[in-house]
C-alpha cells in the first residue's frame, strides 16, 4: 500500500531518528586501529537522497567520519570495470559467514577470498588496481569526487598511518595469499593502496550521494555519466546484498531487506534499487563490527516506509 502512496520520507527519518536517540546505545567504538578510537560515539546521523534528487537527513549528517570498507564498493567497482568476469577468478561472491579479518577460510580455499568485502578480498582488488593503474590512489579519490559531487573529499593520513601501524592481520592476509600467487604485486605497495581506501572521510550526505549510481542502473545522477552497466549495477547490488556485513549479512537481509555495505567507522550504506541511497552514522559497532544504532536505523526506516526490496 505504501508503493501507492507517496511517502514522507522526512518525517520517516525524524521518527526514526528519534526512535534511535531513545534506544539505549550498546556496543564499542572501534579500537583496533587506535585512531578511530577519538571519535565521539554519541554522533548520529542519517540522510536520504531520492531517485528524484529530494534529500533528507536528520542529525549529525553533515559531519565527516571514517567511511572504512564501505569505500571497498568503489574500489570493486574499479577493479569490476577493469577486468570484467575475469576478476571472479581472483575472488569471489560468496557470503563468508566468517569475520571481515579471518584468515581461516582462505587456507581451505588456496588464498582465492570468499568476497571482495573482506579484507583478504579488499586486498586482492587493491592488488588488481595496482595492477590496471598507474596510481590507483587517485584513481579512487578521482571517482569519490566525481560520484559524491564533492571535488573536495579526501583521506585522512593520521587513520592510513594508524592501519599501517596496527596493520598485524592484513599484513598476514596479504602475505598468505601471496604465498598462493593470488597477490601479483609487492605487498607493501598493494597495503598502501589498502590502507588509503579504507581511510577516505565522507559526511553521510556525501556518502549517499556517491552511491546514488546503484539506485540509478549504474547511472551518476549528477553528472549523467554511466559509471557501471545496468547488468554491472544489478551485480554489484546483489554483492552488497550477500556479502556486506561480514558475518551478519543474513542478519542484515532479515532485518532491513536492501543491499547495503558497512564499516567499522559505524558508518552504513545502503541501496534501494530505483528508489533511493541511505547513509547513517553511529560509531558504536555491535559484536559483528557492524553500527549498533545504524543497523536499528535502517531496519526502522525500511519497517515505517514499507519500502524494503522484499
Ligand atoms: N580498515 C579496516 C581494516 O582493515 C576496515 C575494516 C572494515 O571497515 O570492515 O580492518
Known amino acids: 500500500m505504501a508503493e501507492l502512496m507517496s511517502i514522507n520520507y522526512q518525517s520517516v527519518l525524524d521518527r526514526v531518528f528519534e526512535q534511535a536517540k531513545n534506544t539505549e546505545m550498546l556496543g564499542e567504538v572501534a579500537s583496533y586501529i587506535p585512531e578511530l578510537a577519538h571519535v565521539d560515539p554519541q554522533k548520529l546521523g542519517i540522510h536520504l537522497i531520492t531517485t528524484n534528487n529530494e534529500h533528507f537527513h536528520a542529525g549529525d549528517a553533515g559531519e565527516k567520519f571514517s567511511i572504512q570498507s564501505i569505500s571497498k564498493v568503489l574500489s570493486l ?3 569490476f570495470k577493469a577486468l570484467g568476469d575475469r576478476l571472479w577468478q581472483r575472488v569471489g561472491i560468496e557470503p563468508s559467514g566468517t569475520a571481515f579479518n ?3 577460510q582462505l587456507e581451505y580455499e588456496q588464498g582465492i577470498p570468499r568476497n571482495p568485502f573482506l579484507n583478504a578480498g579488499a586486498i586482492v582488488i587493491c592488488d588488481v588496481l595496482v595492477s590496471q593503474f598507474d596510481n590507483p590512489k587517485d584513481e579512487i579519490l578521482r571517482l569519490c569526487c566525481e560520484l559524491s559531487g564533492n571535488p573536495e573529499v579526501s583521506i585522512n593520513e593520521t587513520v592510513a598511518k594508524s592501519e599501517l601501524d596496527s596493520s598485524f592481520r592484513n599484513c598476514s592476509l596479504a602475505n598468505f595469499m601471496k604465498s598462493f600467487g593470488n597477490i601479483e604485486n609487492d605487498i607493501a605497495t598493494v597495503l598502501d593502496v589498502y590502507f ?3 581511510a577516505i572521510e565522507m559526511t553521510c550526505k556525501e556518502m ?6 546503484l539506485a540509478e542502473n549504474g547511472v551518476n545522477p549528477l553528472s549523467k555519466k554511466t559509471v557501471v552497466t545496468s547488468s554491472e549495477a544489478k551485480r554489484l547490488n546483489a554483492i552488497l546484498q550477500l556479502c556486506g556485513f ?3 549479512a543474513g542478519e542484515f537481509s532479515f532485518k532491513v ?3 547495503g555495505k558497512s564499516g567499522v567507522g559505524g558508518g552504513i550504506i545502503a541501496i534501494h534499487p530505483q528508489k533511493y541511497s541511505v547513509a ?6 555491535n559484536k559483528k563490527g557492524n553500527s549498533y544504532l545504524g543497523m536499528k536505523m535502517l531496519e526502522s526506516l525500511t519497517t515505517i516506509s514499507q519500502s524494503s526490496i522484499f
Open 102 to 104: 579471518s584468515l581461516v
Open 77 to 79: 567497482t574499479l577493479a
Open 208 to 213: 549517499a550521494q556517491t552511491f546514488m549510481f
Open 257 to 259: 531487506g536492501l543491499p
Open 246 to 248: 561480514y558475518d551478519e
Open 280 to 285: 547513517v552514522w553511529s560509531p558504536k559497532l
Open 196 to 198: 588509503y581506501l579504507c
